[in-house]
């Protein structure tokens, strides 16, 4: 069970809730944002806000000092839609990702909780911040499988509730349409589905899982899923609006779910379906979003008042405040204890010292027309006091008071605007060295290990080179297999030979453990346009397009007139697509190309002695030698092999079948890296390399149901 949950993102209404509910249940919660004013959850939930740029620095030092045990990466903005009510920009989602789920594997983060949505479910071009969404969720999992981080992935249907205002997507575009009293244009057909789940309800499911420590993908939805039309119809009652509704031609369908199913995985149920409470629950964002609006629109015209009138309210303020010291000084005389006070004195301080020179200028010739009144109404004559210099003294004391006492408050305040631009200059100055200063750590972090690299490149081409010094070809295809898994520290190897003269296919000889399933035992060039143009122009092949069909790197290797092999890197982490691991997979190959091409010239010069005439069946001393290239790669590098005699299964005749007919059968059931051989007492034999005992029967059953049987030889 977690305790201490930090939510890292924009506002987004299903975290808000999932903050409140973990809150309810006694947990620590804080939130890291970008937002400046953003009012993130309720009153009665007290968290931490850390508003904040979201990099590296920031998130270790929260992580750190709240010793925090789950991170839960919101996506609201992505998921419902980005525009002018929501705030943000696109591409925030996928900035923010990398320091902070480095700073999260740095500081040992339990869990992290990344809230996606289900209509990545669809393989069709999503709009773009549904794309964003796709490709951050692909970089957490990637990362997280990586730095064995556990990771619950959660896809949400759509949330309405409180919030659902805030957004672009089709519940808050709908609502903002009807609260205006504006034809209304719903992009999906009137008949298609949507799953609604209300934020409680959300926040309920995903505090269970967090609670029994689930991970992997989750798909959350109600299974009660609404039409949009059920959906217009229901907003417009609640919003009592009247007027044209139009619908689009976007299909949608209720979400089918590739993932865990929340209700069978904890026993959850939803408690607020929208055909129930969806009317109240719009009608309640209605009311909150126009109270808002209100507050905020009152709020702006006292502001814009004051701004506009600020001479005019500050000479009424002075004006209330000098009636106030004139009553106040007309009683003084009848108070013993107020007989030493001179309130005109005090009026005058109070109001420069507030409101500057100008007001206390103004506030010293009240204040001496005051004085001037009380006189004459004391029976004093005029001449007397304008003659007088002794009398002059109380207008010179309020005209120093008012005069100092402006020049003092204009002082402090000019101090204080310039103290306030200096900070703001300093924040940016700061923001830029803390750039420049990440800039420089990756530049000499980058540095210092292609140093030790250089360091160590001798000791590595003496290791690469005798590594490869073996006369058998198919255990330099395996090690060279090898030595590229281990110098380029994560990816899947695999290296295809041309085996016909017309250059169009290529045969899988080796390949890593984890592709062994994947790949095809052939590959037809024409199929893959981009690798057979790297196979005609001898460039390295990139996957900048991210497509799943091709590899991220592929270099092809010539024998000085084509090229006659492929070496492709698959499932590359996302932190290695960079100049540094390309140029170092090229180097690699060039290096083991000497290799293959001795590979590839014995296979084709040799293909007769090596064959059974009309067959692809290695012969008897062949195989022999590959059932030891089999072992050695057993005994150097652990991989599982395993051999076992082919026979047709028993007919009435008892007749069995000729070589060629066998080997036209058993063809297709094998993998790239398996081999046919025939054993010197003349039986067909297949040898499957990273095949061990718990995989035997599957291989069993998909050759039983083409008539063939296998016999295992221990």
Partial sequence: MVTRVLFVGSYDPAGSGIATRLYREGCRVSWLTAEPERELWGSKVHGKVFRRTVNYQQCSQILKGESVDCIVILTGAAREGFGAASGLERGQLLLMLSPLLQAAAAEKVQKVCFLSSLSLEDQVLLPPGLEELRAAERVTISFCQEQKLPLLTVRLGCIYGEGMMDFDGVMGNLLRAMDRKEDVACPLTAQSQL??????????????????????????????TVTAQQLCETAARAAGWQGDLRYGRREQHGPAGSGQDVRRLCGWMPFYPFDSHGAEAIARELERVREREARAGQKQRRRE????????????QNLLLFAVAAVVASLTPDWSDLRFVDVRLLYVMIVAITFGMRQGLLATALATVSYLGSQLQAGI?????????????PFVIYGVAGAFGGYWSDKKRDTYENLSNEYREQQDRYSLLEDLYRELLDVKNQLQKQIVISRDSFNRLYAVTEDLDDPNPRMVLIRTVRVIEEIMEGGSVAIYLRVRADKRYGRLMACSDQLSRRLQPSLDFEAVPRLQETMQTGAMYVNKELDPQYPAFAVPVSNGSFSIAL?????LPASQYTIYYRNLFQTLVQMVQHNLVQAYTYQMENREKLFVPGTDILTAETFARERKTLQMASEEYGYPSSIARILPVEQAGGQGLAPAQLSG??????????????????????????????????????FALHGLRLVWED
């Fill in 567 to 571: 070496v492709e890197l698959y499932d």
């Fill in 381 to 393: 004559d005029a001449s007397y006091v304008l003659y007088n210099v002794g009398s002059w003294i």
């Fill in 195 to 224: 799953d609604l789940i209300q934020v409680p309800d959300a926040a309920d499911a995903v505090y269970r899982l967090l609670n029994m420590d689930a991970a992997g993908q989750v798909d959350l939805f109600t299974g009660r």
């Fill in 665 to 702: 059968r058993a063809e297709p059931l094998l993998r790239g890296t398996d081999l046919l051989g025939m054993g010197q007492d003349g039986q067909v034999r297949a040898g499957f390399l990273y095949l061990d005992r718990a995989s035997r029967p599957v291989v069993e059953h998909r």
């Fill in 305 to 316: 008042r004051a701004q506009t009138h600020s001479l005019l309210y500050d000479t009424a």
